[in-house]
C-alpha cells in the first residue's frame, strides 16, 4: 500500500512525499527514525484535506483581510483558536483560503503553533503574516499582530484598487474597440469591397488599406490568430525570465504618466510593509529580507535585498536606498528624520499614508486624462474605417459630375 504524508523536520519545516509500506503505524515509524513528526497520513491519492496543494492559489489582500478582521474579533471573546479556526472556515467563500483555514486548525488540533500551521500552506498565507503571527506567539500579543495584519492588508487591497480601476476603464473600451474593428472587417466592408471592385476605377490609399486588412483577416484570420498568440505567450514566458523582469520592471518605471505612479505604488508599499513590520518588533534587516519578496517590481526586490547586506554591516538603511536611486527624495528624507529620532516605524507609516494618497490622486487624474485621448482614439479609428467606405462612393459621384 502507498501512503502520502506530511511530517515536520526538527527545525519546523514542511516536507512531503510518499512511502510504499503496508500500514500507517510503518509509516509513522519510519518517519520518526528520519527524526521527523508525521501530520497528516493518508492513502496516496485519498485526497485528505489535511495535506494541501493549492498550485497557482489565488487569495486576495482583501479576503485576508477580512478573515485576519474576523479572527482578532473572536479571539477577543475569548474563543480557542481552533473553535476560531473552524468558525471561519465555514463562513469562508474563498476555496484556497477555506482549505488553508480547515488544514491550520486540523494542524493546531495536533499540537503544532499557528504560525508552523499556516507555513504549511506558505502559498496561500504570506511570508509576512506568518512571521507576525509567529512575533505575536512569542510575545504573547497574538490579537495585535492579527490587527495589524488586517489592517495592513486593507490598505493593501485599498491601494490595488485604485490602481486596478485606472488601467481597467482603458483596458475594456480598447478591447471594444478590437471587437468593432474586426466587425467592420469582417462582416460589413466586404459588402463594400464588391462595389468597389465594380467602380473599376483607382481606390484611395486608405480604401486599399483596409481592404487588405480584412483579406487578411478573412482568409487567414485563425493563422493570425494562433500568430497574435503565441506572441502574447512568447511576451509572457520572456518576461518571467530574469533578463524579462529588469527589462519590462524598468518600462513599468520609466514609462510615461505610469512610470510615476508605479514609483509611488512601490514606494507606498515597501513604507507600508516595513512598518508594520518593524513596528511589531521585526529587526529591520528581517524585515527587508521580507519586503523585498513582497515587491512587485525586480529593481526595488534587488534594491531593498542589497540594502539588507549593507544594514546588517551596521549601515543606516536611508544611504543604500538613496543610492540606489529608486526611491523618491522625501521617502528618503523622511526615513533619514526616524533615523535620526530613532522613530523609524512612524516615518515610514507617514511615508505610506503620504505615498498611498499620492496615487489614489493620481489615479483620478489619470482616469479624467484618459477619457479625452481614449475617445479621440477611438474616433481616429471609426473615422478611418468610415473615410475607407465612403472615399470611393465620394470620388465617383465626382467623376460623374465632371462629365
Request: aromatic share 6%.
Amino acid at each position: 500500500m502507498q501512503y502520502a504524508y506530511l511530517a515536520i523536520t526538527k527545525d519546523g519545516k514542511q516536507k512531503k512525499g510518499t512511502m510504499d509500506v503496508s500500514t500507517k503505524e510503518a509509516v509513522a515509524s519510519a518517519l520518526s527514525r528520519d527524526g521527523l513528526t508525521a501530520v497528516q497520513i493518508t492513502e496516496a491519492g485519498a485526497g485528505n484535506r489535511g495535506v494541501s496543494f493549492h498550485m497557482g492559489a489565488k487569495v486576495g489582500a482583501q479576503d485576508l483581510a477580512v478573515f485576519l478582521n474576523q479572527f482578532q474579533s473572536i479571539l477577543k471573546a475569548g474563543v480557542t483558536i481552533i473553535q476560531c479556526l473552524r468558525m471561519l472556515a465555514d463562513q469562508t467563500d474563498n476555496k484556497y483560503l477555506k482549505a488553508a483555514i480547515m488544514n491550520s486548525a486540523d494542524l493546531v488540533e495536533r499540537g503544532e503553533s499557528l504560525s508552523n500551521a499556516m507555513r504549511m500552506d506558505s502559498d496561500v498565507y504570506p511570508s509576512i503574516l506568518i512571521n507576525l503571527v509567529a512575533a505575536g506567539e512569542a510575545s504573547g500579543s497574538l490579537e495585535t499582530s492579527l490587527g495589524r495584519m488586517a489592517d495592513h492588508f486593507e490598505k493593501q487591497a485599498h491601494l490595488k484598487a485604485m490602481i486596478k480601476k485606472a488601467m481597467t476603464y482603458p483596458i475594456v473600451v480598447m478591447i471594444v474597440a478590437v471587437v468593432v474593428v474586426i466587425i467592420m472587417s469582417v462582416v460589413v466592408f466586404p459588402r463594400y469591397a464588391t462595389l468597389f471592385s465594380e467602380i473599376g476605377s483607382d481606390l484611395p490609399l486608405v480604401t486599399r488599406a483596409v481592404m487588405a486588412f480584412s483579406d487578411l483577416l478573412i482568409k487567414h484570420g485563425v493563422v493570425t490568430a494562433i500568430v497574435v498568440i503565441f506572441v502574447v505567450v512568447g511576451i509572457k514566458a520572456y518576461a518571467a525570465t530574469e533578463v524579462g523582469k529588469h527589462m519590462f520592471g524598468k518600462l513599468a518605471l520609466k514609462a510615461p504618466v505610469f512610470g510615476p505612479m508605479n514609483i509611488k505604488s512601490q514606494s507606498a508599499s515597501f513604507a507600508r510593509t516595513m512598518s508594520t513590520l518593524v513596528s511589531s518588533g521585526m529587526t529591520i534587516p528581517e524585515a527587508l529580507g521580507i519586503v523585498s519578496k513582497s515587491m512587485t517590481n525586480i529593481w526595488f526586490e534587488e534594491a531593498l535585498a542589497d540594502a539588507k547586506g549593507e544594514v546588517e554591516q551596521g549601515v543606516p538603511l536611508s544611504e543604500p536606498l538613496e543610492r540606489s536611486g529608486m526611491f523618491p527624495t522625501m521617502c528618503i528624507q523622511m526615513l533619514k528624520i526616524g533615523e535620526e529620532t530613532g522613530a523609524v516605524e512612524t516615518m515610514l507609516e507617514k511615508v505610506a499614508q503620504y505615498y498611498e494618497e499620492q496615487v489614489e490622486i493620481t489615479t483620478a487624474n489619470l482616469t479624467t486624462l484618459m477619457e479625452p485621448m481614449i475617445i479621440v482614439v477611438l474616433g481616429g479609428i471609426v473615422g478611418v474605417l468610415v473615410m475607407a467606405m465612403y472615399m470611393p462612393m465620394i470620388n465617383m459621384m465626382s467623376g460623374l459630375e465632371n462629365l
